[in-house]
């Protein structure tokens, strides 16, 4: 299915990882202590001055982010003192994971954890995290949007989602749990296994090619990370768009569109999109992983605005950038 790439900044944090699991009441965390340091945030505050120089801290970069295992990051040992971890970690997206924690009073904390959250505001940021930005957010009674602001231009960041329905403020044991987080990503993070030829390393703005960018976009096409593994060119951010993006997830099939030919023995799906206006999909499987047939998947998309062309067209452009991306992906 064709993935709707945002066109415009996000106004919640963490928007992905909505619909956590929650208990019902219990005592606030948020004064917990870690092994490793004393929780300085009071409960449900952003601590301290927002950080204003560069942000250059290579441990919270894309490139060292790409390959982390979030579920790991949420282990048992991360989370010792909010309560015991519960049932088995979710992961929906590379650098996505979802756990729940039981408190010591027997209530359910949510945590939804993104390592490379998109489109961050940092001018609303309200305090400081291990050095970085703090944006906070506390939605309602129960819920607490947090986000450590890696990066300024393009916004991107480390958000957590906490979910602690009749436990008290939300935003405090998100706090201890999001300063553990940055804590382990500067010590020894655990990583994915990579299968050789893997995806997950590789920068998606670094793969489509400068002619082909230049034939479907015009002169001066760039490209912007949209979180760890997607990428959107443009031409100073106005007009038509393309967009790079890997992730892990079934392989497409005839059913799906109309084959292409991309070269170097790879087949693309084409999937027009359903809305309307010139958008189109070209994606195909680039490594089977054996995970009861789950695969690494690159998609392609052209996104055109009216006027912009057919639907057809669309994906003719779709399939040029895909050709000029698959020369530029490791071998499996």
């Known amino acids: 299915m064709i993935s709707r790439v945002p066109r415009g900044p996000a106004l919640l944090v963490c928007a992905v990882l909505l619909g956590l699991a929650a208990g019902c009441s219990g005592e606030d965390l948020a004064k917990a202590n870690y092994q490793r340091t004393t929780v300085s945030a009071e409960p449900g505050t952003a601590s301290g001055d927002v950080p204003t120089g560069p942000i250059d801290d290579p441990a919270v970069g894309l490139a060292a982010l790409r390959t982390v295992d979030p579920c790991?990051?949420?282990s048992q040992d991360t989370l010792a003192g909010l309560g015991t971890r519960t049932g088995e970690p979710y992961q929906s997206e590379w650098g996505q994971c979802r756990v729940?924690?039981?408190?010591?009073g027997g209530k359910v904390?949510?945590?939804?954890?993104d390592l490379g959250e998109a489109f961050v505001i940092d001018d609303r940021a309200s305090g400081a995290v291990e050095g970085l930005p703090l944006i906070e957010e506390q939605a309602d009674d129960t819920t607490c949007l947090l986000t450590a602001v890696t990066s300024r231009?393009?916004?991107?960041?480390?958000?957590?989602?906490?979910?602690?329905e009749g436990g008290g403020n939300p935003c405090g044991p998100g706090y201890t749990a999001l300063q553990r987080v940055l804590q382990l990503l500067h010590d020894n993070p655990p990583q994915y296994e990579q299968p050789p030829g893997s995806l997950l390393a590789v920068d998606p703005c670094?793969?489509?090619?400068?002619?082909?960018?230049?034939?479907?976009l015009g002169a001066g096409a760039a490209g912007q990370p949209q979180g760890l593994h997607q990428c959107q060119y443009s031409v100073d951010g106005r007009g038509p768009t393309v967009t790079v993006r890997f992730r892990s997830g079934y392989p497409p099939t005839p059913d799906d569109g109309a084959p292409a030919d991309l070269g170097r023995g790879v087949t693309a799906i084409q999937e027009q999109s359903t809305v309307d206006g010139p958008v189109c999909e070209?994606?195909?499987?680039?490594?089977a992983t054996g995970e009861e047939g789950a695969s690494e998947l690159v998609a392609v998309e052209f996104y055109g605005n009216e006027g912009d062309g057919t639907k057809q067209q669309a994906c003719e452009r779709a399939v040029t950038?895909?050709?000029s991306v698959v020369p530029n992906l490791p071998r499996p």
Do not use: C, E, K
């Open 72 to 74: 790991a990051v949420l």
């Open 109 to 113: 904390i949510g945590l939804g954890l």
């Open 321 to 323: 950038v895909a050709r």
């Open 153 to 164: 231009d393009p916004g991107l960041g480390i958000g957590l989602q906490v979910n602690y």
């Open 206 to 216: 670094g793969t489509a090619g400068r002619r082909a960018l230049d034939d479907v």
């Open 282 to 287: 070209a994606g195909w499987q680039h490594l």
């Open 100 to 104: 729940d924690v039981q408190d010591a």
